[in-house]
Structure formats: C-alpha cells, structure tokens
C-alpha cells in the first residue's frame, strides 16, 4: 500500500468524521420538528431532504459544482465536507425522526408532571431513549460517506491529499489494472461497512430486548 492509498484512507476518514457530527447536530433538531410538527406542507420539506436517496450522484454533484464554484469551495476539503453532508443527509435524518415518533408522548407527559423543563425532557428524556437511532443515524452517515464517489468526484475531483478518497482511489487502482491494491483496499472497505452495519443490528436488537 502506498503512501498515496494511506493518504487517501487518512482523508476518507477525516471527512466521514466530519461529515457525520455536522450531520447530527444540525439532523438532530430538524428530525425533532418533523416528528412533531403539524405542518401541512412538511411532506414537501420531507421531500426535499430526502432527494438525494433517489437522485444520482452526479446530477447532485453536478449542481453542487456550480453553487460552490463561485465561493471558491469547488476543489478543496471544504467543498467536500458541505457535499458530503448534504449527499448523507436522508440516512441521517431519518433513522432520527423514526426514533423520536416511536418514542411517543408518553414520557414527556411523564417528565412534564415532574415541572421539567422542555429543555430538561429533551436531554434527560428523549436522547437517553432515542439511544439505537442516533447510533443508526451515526453508523449509516459514516458508512455512506466512505462510499462516495460521484458527488465527490463532481465537486473535488481527483487531487491527492486534498480530495482524493478511498473510492476514487480504488477506482484508479482498477483503472490502472492493479487490481492487488484495488482489491486491498476494496475488501478493507467492506469488512469495515459489514463491521459497522453489524454493530447497528446488535444494538437495535439489544434495546429491543431491554425494552420488551
């Protein structure tokens, strides 16, 4: 493995990290208000937010390139991250809001009987309970930003130390038919997605365990 490929995992790491606390600190307000807001239209801004489930990676990725070029974002780390966040964000986003509506009324209705402060049910309440969502949302933004490769190919390109991730990596291995180091780093990254999904899985089936 080359110092390149290490620079690569180095970077892919980094903006996944990045990507996923950015994602649940802004995810985690937003998919409180759709759980509990009557809005009428709230469909559409559902919708919205879940575009890039259905959308390709390169049609995103494409319109991404032309609003971060003018701020000179396109082509570096920075781009990446707002990229990656805004590619990442339905597997964030909703894994928290099924949290919160499972959690139901009920023990708020509790905590507000003891005087608590919305502010207080909201962290002594619902986080503890909402535990395996922000678990789920965490594991699947992480795992779905060392994936990328469309978006981030559009809007980064393919510079070495500076948006060069593990996928386009990959991709230049196979291109290059060295498929020894494509192989490397390819089933590295799946035992590591499988490792990651699996722990999901694991904790979800505890909490329900505990729960029942």
Excluded: C
């Amino acid at each position: 493995m080359s110092e390149q490929d290490l620079n690569a995992i180095f970077l892919t790491l980094k903006l996944a990290g990045l990507s996923t606390i950015i994602l649940l600190i802004v995810g985690t307000p937003l998919a409180w208000w759709l759980s509990r807001s009557k809005f009428k239209y709230k469909f559409l801004i559902e919708a919205i937010f879940t575009l890039p489930l259905v959308l390709p990676p390169t049609v995103l990725g494409f319109y991404l390139l032309l609003a971060l070029s003018p701020a000179g974002l396109a082509f570096s780390f920075t781009g990446l991250v707002i990229g990656s966040v805004i590619y990442s964000f339905p597997f964030v986003i909703s894994p928290l809001q099924d949290a919160f509506v499972a959690l139901g009324n009920r023990p708020l209705e509790v905590a507000a009987t003891l005087r608590a402060k919305p502010i207080d049910q909201f962290f002594s309440v619902v986080l503890p309970l909402s535990r395996p969502g922000f678990i789920t949302a965490g594991v699947l933004g992480f795992a779905h930003t060392l994936g990328e490769f469309g978006v981030v190919l559009m809007i980064g390109g393919n510079i070495p130390g500076v948006s060069q991730v593990l996928s386009i990596s990959i991709y230049d291995h196979v291109e290059s038919m060295d498929y020894g180091n494509a192989h490397l780093l390819a089933s590295g990254l799946l035992g590591f997605s499988l490792t990651m999904l699996i722990i999901v899985y694991s904790v979800n089936k505890r909490f329900k365990v505990i729960k029942v």
